[in-house]
């Protein structure tokens, strides 16, 4: 049995410095196989394509209402529309965000792929969109590993490592939203995050969360469409590419600085430092500037 399979879902955004750093701090320190999951109205870049040992190319609807529709039957429906200002409705209809369209891609991964899944000992489950600014954590034993921060009303969803026993439980999100008695008792905010977290605790798998430090955030190329929040971060140095959550890329470059000596973060990722230095201290002179007009 092989150790690690990365898995990508959604559409493949992001551009190629998130890709090159996925290969470069994940899939090869970690020796994993990468398997990328995306619709059919997009063209895989050749670079993913080059690197990708599993290509799951599914037929994407124009409405993700049409999926559920021919999946399912009951009160999944009712349960996204809770959660529609939250973005849990969103890829129905005209509803904004990417709730039902990420949940629907854990449900098509989990009715074609589980088996081989399960050729593997553990999963890490992520993103086109993100860059990564260190290696990956190595861990062993059965918890549920989930990066710090971006928890939303519930948990992060952005990426996860867990064993792969659990595959069933983690992708097979759609039969909680389905379920009549999710409707009955669901979130107080139904947000993606909420969700991803309830659907945890439906399964019994909540008490095996572990938090830890991230080392990646989400990026934005400028070409990349969006249903949710536009990035109006800069990352300089980098073409056509923006931060899309401050938070994630302080928090990772922070992590970094204290996993290693400064020499190396500026040797090794120079350009992500500078850009550290150039938000961090755009936030402190803000700081300084809300302090000075309160007198």
Same mark, same amino acid.
């Given at each position: 049995m092989k150790k690690y399979l990365?898995?990508?879902?959604? &559409?493949?955004?992001?551009?190629?410095?998130?890709?090159?750093?996925?290969?470069? =701090?994940?899939?090869?320190?970690?020796?994993?196989?990468?398997?990328?999951? =995306?619709?059919?109205?997009?063209?895989?870049?050749k670079y993913l394509d080059d690197n990708a040992d599993f290509n799951w190319i599914f037929n994407e609807p124009s409405?993700?209402?049409?999926? =559920?529709? *021919?999946?399912?039957?009951? *009160?999944?429906?009712?349960?996204?529309?809770?959660?529609?200002?939250?973005?849990?409705?969103?890829?129905?209809?005209?509803?904004?965000?990417?709730g039902a369209i990420v949940s629907a891609l854990k449900d098509i991964i989990y009715k074609n792929y589980l088996e081989t899944l399960q050729e593997y000992d =553990?999963?890490?489950?992520?993103?086109?969109?993100?860059?990564? &600014?260190?290696?990956?954590?190595v861990f062993e034993g059965d918890n549920i590993w989930i990066p710090t921060g971006e928890d939303y009303f519930g948990i992060c969803d952005r990426h996860a490592i867990f064993p792969s026993k659990f595959s069933k439980q983690y992708f097979s999100i759609c039969e909680y939203i389905n379920n009549p008695k &999710?409707?009955?008792?669901?979130?107080?905010?139904?947000?993606?995050? &909420?969700?991803?977290?309830?659907?945890?605790?439906?399964?019994?798998?909540?008490?095996l969360i572990v938090r830890y430090p991230r080392s990646q955030f989400t990026v934005s190329h400028l070409d990349d469409a969006t249903r949710w929040r536009v990035a109006k971060y800069r990352l300089y140095f980098f073409k056509?590419?923006?931060?899309?959550?401050?938070?994630?890329?302080?928090?990772?470059?922070?992590?970094?600085?204290?996993?290693?000596?400064?020499?190396?973060?500026?040797?090794?990722e120079f350009l992500l430092f500078i850009n550290y230095l150039n938000l961090t201290l755009r936030r402190k002179l803000g700081e300084y500037k809300r302090n000075l007009f309160k007198f």
């Open positions: 990365i898995i990508l879902s959604g &559409s493949p955004r992001g551009s190629e410095y998130a890709w090159k750093s996925l290969i470069k =701090y994940v899939k090869k320190p970690l020796n994993a196989d990468l398997a990328v999951s =995306y619709g059919d109205k997009y063209q895989l870049p409405n993700w209402r049409t999926y =559920y529709e *021919t999946e399912f039957s009951n *009160t999944w429906e009712d349960f996204l529309i809770k959660g529609k200002d939250l973005g849990m409705a969103g890829g129905i209809d005209n509803h904004p965000g990417s =553990y999963i890490i489950h992520s993103r086109f969109d993100q860059l990564y &600014s260190d290696e990956h954590p &999710s409707i009955q008792k669901h979130p107080k905010y139904v947000s993606p995050e &909420s969700v991803f977290e309830e659907n945890l605790i439906y399964n019994n798998l909540d008490h056509n590419l923006s931060i899309k959550y401050p938070d994630e890329f302080i928090e990772s470059i922070y992590n970094r600085l204290q996993n290693h000596s400064i020499y190396k973060v500026i040797r090794e």
